[in-house]
């Protein structure tokens, strides 16, 4: 069984830029999480999706979005990009039935923003 | 609000030597409990996890970790370390319903 799957792999933008992160997630898993991980600020938890709706957000501004299309596959955007958004964005997939909490990761996109 | 904690953000060990990886936590109830494993560039893979029952847990590459609700904690151990050990180690906490909640990580270098 294939694994999660994040795309691009690594990009590089410039302040002001707007990016799209795309994650297919492992068969049969309906649920996305998104996590931010930086060296400062550790692994922060973006959103979760569920069937296509936000089933749990974290604390990061508006700028910060994601969707989930029917296929489970998930996109996460970051508009008028900053500088402090130059981290590794993980995927992470789970069944999502019994909300146990374990996630399968993907190997992450990252971005680098000048 | 659960929290976690992994008071050692690096640790150096010899090849061959004992392991123990600190993590404790902070939950009103018995939480899901983790520890995943990410080599640099990578993505984080699952060693072992705690839902209930047995208070120690075995999980890949001969690691394993122990529940102690009397004192919060979820510590990680490995008898002998291989030098394909060298990773960020990190524990998460996780609740029905919710995210999971990681630690600050724990950065293992092994020495030949």
């Known amino acids: 069984k294939a694994g999660v799957t994040q795309t691009p792999r690594y990009l590089i933008k410039t302040r002001g830029q707007q990016v799209t992160l795309s994650c297919s997630p492992i068969?049969?898993?309906?649920?996305v999480s998104w996590y931010q991980q930086t060296p400062g600020q550790g692994l922060q938890f973006l959103f979760e999706y569920f069937s296509e709706t936000q089933r749990n957000k974290g604390n990061f501004p508006g700028r910060f979005s994601g969707r989930q299309f029917s296929n489970s596959r998930s996109e996460m955007n970051v508009s008028t990009l900053e500088l402090g958004d130059s981290a590794l964005y993980l995927c992470?997939?789970?069944?999502?039935?019994?909300?146990?909490?374990?996630?399968?990761f993907g190997e992450g996109s990252r971005l680098t923003v000048l | 609000a659960q929290s976690v904690t992994q008071p050692d953000i690096h640790i150096t060990v010899s090849e061959g030597a004992s392991l123990e990886l600190r993590c404790n936590y902070s939950y009103g109830a018995t939480p899901y409990l983790f520890w995943y494993v990410q080599s640099p560039g990578q993505g984080l893979q699952l060693l072992l996890k705690?839902?209930?029952?047995?208070?120690l847990v075995q999980g890949i590459k001969g690691f394993e970790a122990e529940f102690k609700r009397s004192q919060s904690s979820f510590n990680l151990r490995k008898p002998s370390v291989h030098w394909s050990d060298a990773a960020e180690y990190f524990c998460?906490?996780?609740?029905?319903?919710?995210?999971?909640?990681f630690g600050g990580g724990t950065r293992l270098m092994v020495k030949p």
């Open positions: 998460a906490v996780g609740v029905i319903g919710n995210m999971l909640t």
């Open positions: 068969s049969g898993h309906r649920s």
């Open positions: 705690y839902f209930s029952g047995d208070t």
């Open positions: 992470a997939s789970r069944t999502g039935a019994a909300n146990t909490g374990e996630l399968f």
